[in-house]
């Protein structure tokens, strides 16, 4: 039986991903071969890699000028080779959790860290306003949180290229493409299984690399952008997860719809949290996350965490315990999640609570 999967990452995916997977495991179309198995260099893969990327293009509405790769490495690969190919003196980050801290500290290594913002004396529990200087080589954002579940929804104007960590909420609202340099992500959080990561970058960017320090092959940008992310073998069972994922996004209407759903699951979660007895919202309303929403246990309630996450596994629920940096519960509601997982969840929690009177 399906279980009503919270899970942080990787996440819950869309049934029509995995059967299709599962069948492609079996036999690729009709090449007598695995996906596992079949070459990536043949044309049977190439429509693959060249259907994700234009799926990804359409959904998200990548305008003309930007290429998108699909690389290994996860999203913490590209914390180091952002600022190894783009930071010459100074960067500017917004610090807002534990992946903002991460990208912070592989960027030090190369240059002038300027924090322009951090919500960090307050717990990470609100997305700070910034603004973003101009005597800067590149402005970086944590878009959406994962395991403090704050999410800023706008694309800033930026004087400087600005880039994103956008892992764990890309393809759950329109984007505007244009504002940004580079958009990057490890898939496993809203686009497929684990093992892949997306960057879509700005041609015109890939310009302002560091000319003067030499860059491994692969870790230069340039080198995936001339071989179409092929210069070695790419991860080819995920780019197929990621590509009958965006298959999905668009039949089920785009992103448009990906935002209208995300907000009705958020907004029924949060709702019960503002007026349950036992369970509280922990993010500040403004920057509460469609993706990710921790909670707590109200005061009296505490020692309750463990009880309540054995009760959420009885009623086939998973994923919900905190971060294990946070503590706590959190519920990851990204793309593929249901208002039927959603209001199992509340339904636990009310029962949860008839019971603890
Ligand atoms: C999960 C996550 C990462 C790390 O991704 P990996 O692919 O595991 O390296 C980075 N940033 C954000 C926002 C994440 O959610």
Redesign the pocket.
Known sequence: MRKHIFNA?PCKLPDSTLKNTAAAVLEFGNTGQSIMEVSHRSADFQAVYDEAVALFKEVLNIPEGYHVLFLGG???MQFCMIPFNFLKTKAAYVNTGT?STAAIKEAKLWGEVQVVASSEADGFTYYPEFTIPSDVDYMHI?S???IRGTEIFKDPDSPVPLLA?M??DICSRPVDVSKYAMIY??C??NLGPAGV?FVIIKDEFLKHVVADRPIPTMLKYQTHVDKDSMYNTPPCINIFGVKETLKWVKEMGGVKVMEELAIERANAIYNELENSKMFRPVVKEGSRSRMNIPFLLREGYESLEKEFLDFCKQKNIVGVKGHRSVGGFRASTYNACTMDDVNALISAMREFEAAHK
């Open positions: 990452g996860g999203a913490s992946w944590t959406n949180n994962t960590d892992s764990s992500g490890g496993q959080k990561t």
